[in-house]
């Protein structure tokens, strides 16, 4: 099956290379009127253009955003640019980011708040311009970007994996917030090559297998009208694709001060189930929540 976008707008924040760019080649490439976001940076081209000169010349439609992603200013600007070319906004795709490493008291307080900056409110408000728009129209699919390091843990990316596991509770609790309606939230643990300084220390057979390109059919399905997951997460990378989960442990009744006797069937995995959202009251299950296996 030939998945198709025509008729849907798709915006990508940080599309300007790397894996967003991918995945705004995929959208077009499979029908979507794509926004390209990318900001300008100074005595540099513009990335978000050649992209979008990459797409037309291959008989797509795009459009650039060239609009920094931490800002409101930035995302009603993208909104604007999809609205005022095409009319509407069916998919969003929140992938820009940036990832400096270095362990906690290594990190500046400055470049963590920056991380966050970008990597989570860069994603809250793309999403705060764009659902109001989505519900409104009865239609909506949302890609996070979350990682490795977000959901494991990595030494030396604090705040890189800090943002990436804030961008989760925000996808959970949208999901929440719009059971019933025909929008979707889900999120991708990309991995793919991408950077220039790794791309040399990667054999070329292995470097050619984790191309960004490698990924954007997972985001593409994420993105489709068949798509009925919400709130998952799904890691991507050199063509092999699964499901990750949140588990609970077996359930252990103790009534006492010392739990010694007890902690080793507290943190047993012999029987791990995905685990549900508990419910809050006044907001509806989702199903979806844990329920479908890998």
Known sequence: MDLRFDGRVALVTGAGKGLGRAYAVWLAAHGAKVVVNNRVRPGQPSSAREVVEAIRAAGG??????APVETEAGAALMLKTALDTWGRLDILVCN???SPGGTFHKVDMALFREVFDV???GTVYALYAALPRMKKAGYGRVVFTTSTAGLFGQIGMTSYAATKAAVLGLMRCLALENAGANLRFNAISPFAV???KVEKLVPPPLRAMMGADRV????GWLC????????????AGGG???RDVMAEGPRVDFDGDDLSSVIDQIESTATLEPRKHSGVAGIKLIPELGAKNS
């Open 216 to 219: 954007a059919p997972m985001v």
């Open 240 to 242: 092999r694709y699964r």
């Open 61 to 66: 439609e795009a459009v650039a955003a060239e």
């Open 119 to 121: 990597n989570y409110w």
């Open 224 to 235: 489709s009208e068949q798509c009925t997951q919400n709130a998952m997460i799904f890691f």
């Open 96 to 98: 820009a980011g940036i």
């Open 194 to 196: 991408t950077n220039d």
